[in-house]
Nanobody, 122 residues
């Protein structure tokens, strides 16, 4: 599956952004879709994931502020980010992997989008 992330930008602290991840190629069903982020000089880390069924998983740092969702009919996933903080500044990547035990490690996802930059100013 090929992934295309979009929706990043510059926002003030406390603001909101919605990222999108459009999938093409192989069917988007039966895949877990995840979002990761990588801040400058830091490792890529898990943000959120959603199963085809809609079950969601979140990193503690974003729980209650971010909402992950997907529209299987449109082969598109979303990450709604509210109450943004300067520490949320990073390149955000969407990723996909086959259904199975949920994993928070980037190496377990085998399809990646190109990344979209989110900058939160204080």
């Amino acid at each position: 599956v090929q992934l295309q992330a979009s929706g990043g930008g510059l926002v003030q602290a406390g603001g909101s952004l919605r990222l999108s991840c459009a999938a093409s190629g192989r069917t988007f069903n039966n895949y877990i879709m995840g979002w990761f982020r990588q801040a400058p000089g830091k490792e890529r880390v898990f943000v959120a994931a959603v199963r085809w069924s809609g079950t969601t998983y979140y990193a503690e740092s974003v729980r209650g502020r971010f909402t992950i969702s997907r529209d299987n009919a449109k082969n598109t996933g979303y990450l709604q980010m509210n109450s943004l903080k300067p520490e949320d500044t990073a390149i955000y990547y969407c990723a996909a992997r086959g259904e199975g035990t949920i994993s928070y490690g980037p190496s377990t996802y085998n399809s990646w989008g190109q990344g979209t930059l989110v900058t939160v100013s204080s």
